[in-house]
């Protein structure tokens, strides 16, 4: 009987996210209050009041899905035995196994936000959620969509069985969504993100990155955790620093994380953050499994 503890990335965050914990939970207020110190950015209005345009600009999104998610953490009792994040999650899966301290991953994941947000200006691209294929299918697919647009097209994320999120330029999203309605996706469709993450064109984010995580103080976590990059577990703390930086520009395995994870004894999941997206992916990756959310 393990329990292995999840939390999400880009795409959860909600106008109003984390004011009910602030109003109710001094320990996730506290949390909160001195984030907006560390960064010097009003982080818990934009949580709280919006505008939902500014909360959807990444260099903000990233840390205020951090903040939720950590803060919450921190009020819950958790003794994981392994932990996971999806993309931007890796970064509090990292707090939660006691890997980085807060302060240090907090200013690190805004600093992410900000270089992919400036690569997502300087190489504009897209994403799409191609729904009802294999992943074989579809990276099919995403190469004739390279091979015709001569533009490219990747996977970028393996959500769960059926379900996988592609990046790229726009015209070869484009492509590769109309190749995958031809070829019986039952849904294909742009996503509304500012940039082609998990791709080449992040390339721009890549130097900035690296220098910030090779300042980035990192201890043996608590507890295994599971890489975008590898989808296996590791407490080495090289790897952990490589597979940060190497997550930029590559895929996040979420799908095949999930296996792993169940494969070496996960029984329970718990999500912890906003929304309940990585609920449903356990779910549609193997309905036994018991699956558990804070919000």
Request: one cysteine or more.
């Amino acid at each position: 009987m393990s329990t292995a503890y999840l939390f999400p990335g880009q795409g959860s965050q909600f106008v109003g996210m984390g004011k009910e914990h602030y109003n109710a939970n001094p320990e996730f207020a506290k949390m909160i209050d001195q984030a907006n110190e560390i960064l010097g950015v009003d982080l818990r209005s934009i949580m709280f009041e919006g505008p939902e345009e500014k909360l959807k600009q990444t260099e903000f999104t990233q840390p205020a899905i951090f903040l939720h998610s950590v803060a919450l953490y921190k009020t819950l009792s958790a003794t994981p035995d392994m932990v996971a994040g999806h993309s931007l999650g890796e970064f509090s899966a990292l707090v939660a196994c006691n890997a980085v301290s807060f302060e240090d991953a907090l200013k690190i994941v805004r600093r992410r936000g900000e270089l992919m947000q400036a690569a997502g200006a300087a190489n504009p691209g897209t994403m799409a959620a191609i729904i009802g294929m294999e992943d074989d299918q579809v990276e099919l697919v995403c190469d004739k969509a390279s091979a015709t647009t001569k533009l490219e097209v990747v996977p970028a994320n393996y959500n769960c069985p059926g379900q996988l999120v592609i990046s790229g330029y726009v015209d070869a999203v484009k492509s590769a969504v109309d190749f995958a309605k031809e070829d019986g996706a039952r849904m294909a469709m742009l996503l509304p993100v500012s940039g082609a993450f998990h791709s080449s064109l992040m390339e721009p984010a890549f130097m900035g990155l690296k220098e910030s995580l090779e300042n980035l103080e990192i201890n043996t976590p608590d507890c295994p955790i599971y890489s975008n990059f590898t989808a296996e577990p590791t407490s080495d703390v090289d790897e952990i620093r490589s597979n940060l930086l190497d997550q930029l520009m590559n895929p996040v395995r979420w799908t095949q994380t999930l296996q792993n994870m169940i494969a070496n004894g996960a029984t329970s999941f718990v999500e912890v953050g906003p929304g309940k997206v990585l609920q449903g992916l356990v779910k549609r990756t193997d309905r036994k499994a018991e699956i558990s959310g804070h919000q």
